[in-house]
């Protein structure tokens, strides 16, 4: 049986794309941890009004963490992710900061 060129170039296409699809989903490139970890924390901005006061804390402590990992990282991308952990950490904050104001009202 004689092999066509274009067969064997599409079963090697074929193979070599899964290839990629098994070491994508073995993490060989996902992202990295502090990337995960920043994307789960900053991805609740929208509703942080929703969250209680200790998981406003929570999120805050670590935004902390996040700061302290993304510091050690290359300068362009430590300039773009410090600026975006300390947004978040701020939102947060603010949030926190406003209902301790309303719930002290509340008391009073």
């Given at each position: 049986?004689k092999?066509?060129?274009?067969m064997v170039?599409?079963?090697?296409?074929?193979?070599?794309?899964?290839?990629?699809?098994?070491?994508?989903?073995?993490?060989?490139c996902?992202?990295?941890?502090?990337?995960?970890?920043f994307?789960?924390?900053?991805?609740?901005?929208?509703?942080?009004?929703?969250?209680?006061?200790l998981?406003?804390?929570?999120?805050i402590?670590?935004c902390?963490?996040?700061q302290?990992?993304?510091?050690?990282?290359?300068?362009?991308?430590?300039?773009?992710?410090?600026?975006?952990?300390?947004?978040?950490?701020?939102?947060?904050?603010?949030?926190?900061?406003?209902?301790?104001?309303t719930?002290?009202?509340?008391?009073?």
């Open positions: 049986m092999r066509k060129p274009a170039c599409s079963l090697v296409i074929l193979i070599t794309a899964l290839l990629l699809c098994v070491s994508l989903q073995n993490g060989v996902a992202d990295p941890p502090w990337r995960v970890e994307d789960e924390t900053c991805a609740n901005t929208s509703s942080a009004m929703d969250f209680s006061e998981e406003l804390q929570a999120l402590t670590r902390e963490k996040l302290k990992a993304i510091e050690q990282l290359d300068e362009t991308t430590r300039k773009v992710f410090l600026k975006r952990i300390l947004m978040c950490k701020n939102l947060y904050q603010f949030v926190l900061d406003s209902k301790k104001r719930s002290e009202k509340i008391t009073q």
